[in-house]
């Protein structure tokens, strides 16, 4: 028995379909025809990529079955309602929300720090997922508990969640203990214990909620201090040279930015990754340019950093400092959701001009502007920053977090669905090269008339796992726990796993399955698999240049354009208050 997620079909994606032209069929599409290409990793990636993905693949493989195993013994009610809630501080969302904040009450060289960071983090990992293109832990036997629909869609190594949290801890904790620090020490030892508190719950949480495994969140954990480690003995350095120097240092800093954009590398499957990368290299780009002319007006700050926003709490007054934050999250949101929806409508003609001047570089799975009539108008699938009309739903995912969790069991997306049937052909393989050379297993010949299935109806057990009923595991002599997880991985039991003797039926140790049968009955298995999971919804080539505006211009409202409209309608410091 399989267990595949069920998602029905909303009127958002109806009218996605009506308004766009029909999209091309992938090869993925073509497979789900046969799906009898078992070589889609070799036959996608290149020797370089596809060599390392092979012997890393075997972690995710040997992991697997211990997730299960903890997941099984810890899982209860509090800990999923309390884990889906704490990834909820690790995502794009609550960041891209909370960091202009600091900007905005003249924690400026904090801010930026935690923008390079954050910036970072999620650019490598994401080069690492796309790069390598490996799958998440395997469900079944795992469960996986999210109250995202876009994350089960990504690649799973490294952790990106594991990459922020870690960099995060080690920068603060870094900048706590360090001589110029002139925190209490009983106020130090409270931030760094929740920060500590932070970190642990991000990372175990993405175990518990089987998304990702062990060696994902240690190389994304060790990503993380890394890159932190960089800002902290560097940082101080970069930020000399971007404000001493000419307007040369922002465009460098934009050139360099695009560039990364344009090699970053492209994934053998339909994994949006690469969209938060677009997202948060915008980010930086208006952040260091907002950040270098605010320094140039006069009317920043210079201590405790250049570009810094005035701001004194005992000046302003709680009533200003709460309504400045009020009026820069309306501007930020105002900003997305108009030049979002101009962008989508302007830039398809430009971009059909350019591609018939043969200037276009295009991107695998996104649709060329000549392809197509019009983007559609709502493209809900932005999870860095949320529309005005997703903040309702958002705020309700963070109260109500049981309402709005969803459990899956079951691939997800096509690199569950390839790993799936990779792993499945792996353990008939083994199983088979075992039972020849222990002779323990033969072969017989079955008419077509024959009902040669009857046995394993009879000898199917029914085992409970984490609350789910799994059939189709065939009695085997003492099974250990982490073996009956290890079958599941497979969708099903392996072919050729030694049959215990059955002295009814005068049947020992013979497969009752021709291999012609058993991959007929794959084929089919695997168009309903292929069928069933969520297929990420047309991308389009103007989208890209779309998010860089966008979230750049987030960037420059953070750091320059939010304090300029906070003295202009009045909310900002006195020039007799400094």
Same mark, same amino acid.
């Given at each position: 028995?399989?267990f ?15 308004e766009?032209?029909p999209?091309s069929?992938?090869? +993925?599409?073509?497979?789900?025809a ?7 990793y ?33 899982r209860?009610? +509090? ?7 704490t990834?909820n ?8 929300? #909370?960091?202009? !904040? ?10 930026r ?28 036997p ?22 922020n949290?870690?960099?995060?801890? =080690?920068? =603060?904790?870094?900048n706590?203990?360090s ?5 209490q ?9 929740m920060l500590y508190?932070?970190?642990?719950s ?5 175990l518990?909620?089987g ?7 240690? !190389?994304?954990?060790?990503?993380? #201090? ?21 307007a ?8 360099t ?10 994934? +053998? ?7 938060d990368?677009?997202?948060?290299a ?18 920043s ?16 007054g709680?009533?200003?400092?709460? *309504?400045?934050?009020?009026?820069? =999250? ?25 591609e018939?001047l043969?200037?276009?570089l ?6 060329q +502007? ?9 493209l809900?699938?932005?999870k ?12 309700s ?23 799936a049937?990779?792993?499945?052909e792996k ?13 323990? %297993?033969?072969r017989r ?9 009857e ?6 057990? %029914? ?7 799994v059939? *189709? ?23 050729c796993?030694?049959i215990t ?8 140790g013979?497969?009752?399955?021709t291999?012609?049968?058993d991959?007929r ?9 292929f069928?069933?999971i969520?297929?990420?919804? =047309? ?5 890209v240049?779309?998010?860089? !505006? ?5 960037g420059?409202?953070?750091s ?9 309608? *009045?909310?900002?410091m006195?020039?007799? #208050?400094?």
């Open positions: 028995m399989r595949y997620p069920r998602r029905s079909a909303t009127s958002e994606d109806s009218a996605d379909n009506e766009s032209e999209r069929t992938t090869k +993925a599409e073509k497979l789900d046969g799906l009898k290409n078992l070589d889609h070799k036959q996608r990636l290149p020797s370089w990529r596809y060599t390392p993905r092979t012997k890393l693949i075997s972690f995710v493989r040997m992991e697997t079955p211990y997730l299960a195993w903890m997941q099984d013994k810890v209860c009610p +509090a800990l999923d309602a309390y884990f889906s809630l990834a501080l690790g995502t794009h969302t609550f960041y891209m929300l #909370a960091l202009p !904040i600091l900007f905005w009450c003249g924690y400026t060289d904090l801010g720090a935690m923008i390079h960071l954050l910036a970072s983090g999620v650019f490598f990992s994401g080069v690492l997922k796309d790069l390598l293109c490996l799958p998440r832990p395997l469900s079944p795992l469960q996986r508990i999210s109250m995202s629909r876009s994350a089960p869609l990504e690649y799973g190594f490294p952790s990106t969640h594991a990459t949290a870690v960099s995060v801890v =080690v920068y =603060v904790s870094f706590l203990s001589p110029s620090s002139t925190i020490p009983g106020l130090r030892l409270l931030i760094e214990s508190l932070y970190a642990i991000i990372i175990l949480g993405r518990y909620c998304m990702h495994g062990f060696s994902d969140v240690v !190389i994304g954990g060790l990503l993380g #201090a890394v890159l932190s480690l960089i800002e902290c003995w560097h940082g101080d350095n970069y930020a000399k040279y971007l404000y001493t120097s000419s040369k240092a922002p465009l460098i800093v934009i050139l930015m695009l560039v990364l954009v344009r090699i970053h590398p492209e994934p +053998a499957d339909d994994c949006p990754c690469f969209d990368s677009v997202a948060f915008g980010v930086v780009c208006g952040i260091e340019a907002g950040n270098w002319h605010f320094a140039q007006t006069g009317l700050w210079d201590y405790p950093a250049p570009a810094t926003v005035p701001f004194q709490l005992e000046v302003l709680w009533p200003i400092a709460i *309504g400045r934050i009020l009026l820069g =999250v309306i501007v930020i949101l105002m900003w997305r959701s108009i030049m979002k929806s101009a962008l989508l409508k302007g830039l398809p003609p430009v971009f059909r001009i350019i018939k043969g200037l276009s295009p991107r695998r799975f996104f649709m +502007a000549s392809e197509y009539k019009k983007v559609p108008s709502h809900k699938d932005d860095v920053i949320p529309s005005v009309s997703d903040i309702p739903s958002f705020l995912s963070i109260r109500h977090p049981n309402k709005n969790r969803a459990i899956s069991v079951g691939p997800q997306s096509e690199a569950d669905a390839y790993e049937m990779a792993f499945r353990r008939r393989k083994e199983s088979t090269s075992s039972a020849k050379a222990s002779g323990s %297993i033969k010949q079955t008419t077509p008339g024959e009902d040669s299935v046995y394993f109806d009879r000898a199917k057990s %029914i085992i409970r796992l984490n609350g789910v009923p059939t *189709g595991l065939l009695p085997t002599p003492n099974p250990s726990r982490l073996d009956l997880y290890e079958d599941m991985m497979a969708a099903g039991p392996a072919i796993t030694p003797p059955d002295d009814e039926t005068g049947l020992r013979e497969l009752v399955r291999a012609s049968q991959r009955q794959d084929e089919k298995e695997n168009r309903e698999m069928s069933r969520e297929k990420p919804r =047309v991308r389009y080539d103007v989208e240049v779309t998010k860089l !505006i966008v979230y750049a211009g987030i420059w409202i953070a320059e354009g939010g304090p300029l409209l906070f003295a202009l309608v *009045g909310l900002g006195r020039d007799d #208050a400094g």
